[in-house]
């Protein structure tokens, strides 16, 4: 799955370890540091992170970084799975030091990669839904097993919901496109599935600050997306 970051928010990571580094002969290794210790507090909490800095440099008001390179392992974000792994590349970052702000950018490419066992358990804890199973069928296809509640549309807790839909980029989030509802193997009506899509979406939410960012593009792999 691609992602785009929304270039004012996420450059506060960059503003404060160039800001915070402050020193004529900067290493790239100085900026790493300073980078990864922010990374969890900008992006959120992770089991690692990796960062790579290349031809970092301070040239007094303007700092510049030529490549930077950052790989998320575990991430934790709001309104969205576990994230298995983050990877963000960036070329040619120039900043204006003293008004703390991106004077350019280069290039920048940015994919996430999630499990189904952690879009299951995410849509798990939200009210309406219990002991979900999810599976992934390339290229788009997602399926979804579930128990749940709905107002008006009661099933004893033993019958087992079946849903099949496509995964979609729906302005900037990663939404399921609910195709076909199935309760106990058997076919239920339109509205039934459209509420059940609004239990489900958004599946993956970047949105939130201050590392906010745009889903763009998803593809359905077998044993991840």
């Not at 790239?28 to 540091?33: G, Y």
């Not at 039934?192 to 593009?217: G, Q, Y």
């Amino acid at each position: 799955m691609k992602f785009e970051l929304r270039r004012l928010s996420s450059a506060a990571l960059f503003y404060s370890a160039l800001w915070l580094s402050g020193c004529a002969s900067m290493m790239d290794a100085r900026v790493e540091q300073r980078i990864a210790a922010e990374l969890p507090r900008v992006v959120g909490p992770a089991a690692q992170y990796e960062v790579k800095v290349q031809g970092a440099r301070d040239n007094g008001e303007i700092a510049d970084i030529r490549r930077l390179h950052v790989i998320g392992t575990r991430v934790e974000r709001e309104k969205s799975p576990v994230l298995d792994r983050i990877e963000v590349t960036m070329a040619d970052l120039v900043f204006a030091r003293k008004e703390k702000r991106v004077l350019s950018l280069g290039t920048a490419d940015a994919n996430v990669r999630m499990l189904p066992s952690d879009i299951a358990a995410f849509l798990d804890s939200r009210p309406g839904l219990d002991n979900v199973v999810v599976a992934l069928y390339p290229p788009y296809e997602i399926t979804i097993e579930t128990q749940f509640a709905i107002a008006g549309f009661a099933l004893p807790r033993v019958t087992n919901a079946k849903v099949r839909g496509r995964l979609v980029v729906n302005d900037g989030k990663l939404a399921m496109e609910v195709v076909d509802l199935r309760v106990a193997g058997f076919p239920v009506g339109t509205i039934p599935a459209i509420v059940v899509e609004k239990l489900i979406n958004p599946l993956v939410d970047l949105s939130a600050p201050p590392a906010s960012a745009r889903v763009t593009s998803v593809q359905v792999m077998q044993d991840s997306v």
